[in-house]
């Protein structure tokens, strides 16, 4: 079994700043492509970002946000700078792995709210 956590949503105001954490555990032998998407109320599920295992990366907007990942403990993360109130919404965590009993899946995290508002 496989956990997703995030962390790190909050209130922020417009050109504020948030680092997003998510925390993968469990029965994890090699991480591949991690990615954050987000779901604003009414909307669809969309992607942010994503980063390979070789750390090619993938944005729907680059210049704002930047996706990282430290395989040793397991993390991915999300820097977000000059936040507008359209990137408010649910930000969820997206894994994808495999198991030491060599079977392969994706996770998904139950999401952190961010809200931007003045």
């Known amino acids: 079994q496989v956990q997703v956590v995030e962390s790190g949503g909050g209130l922020v105001q417009p050109g504020g700043s948030l680092r997003l954490s998510c925390a993968a555990s469990?029965?994890?032998?090699?991480?591949?492509?991690m990615g954050w998407y987000r779901q604003a109320l009414g909307k669809h599920r969309e992607l942010v970002a994503t980063?390979?295992?070789?750390?090619v990366t993938r944005y729907v907007d680059s210049l704002r946000f930047t996706i990282s990942r430290d395989d040793d403990k397991r993390m991915l993360y999300l820097q977000m700078d000059s936040l507008t109130p359209e990137d408010t919404a649910v930000y969820y965590c997206n894994v994808n792995y495999r198991t030491p009993e060599f079977t392969y899946h994706d996770a998904w995290g139950q999401g952190t709210q961010v809200t931007v508002s003045s």
């Open positions: 980063i390979t295992s070789r750390g």
């Open positions: 469990g029965n994890i032998f090699e991480l591949y492509t």
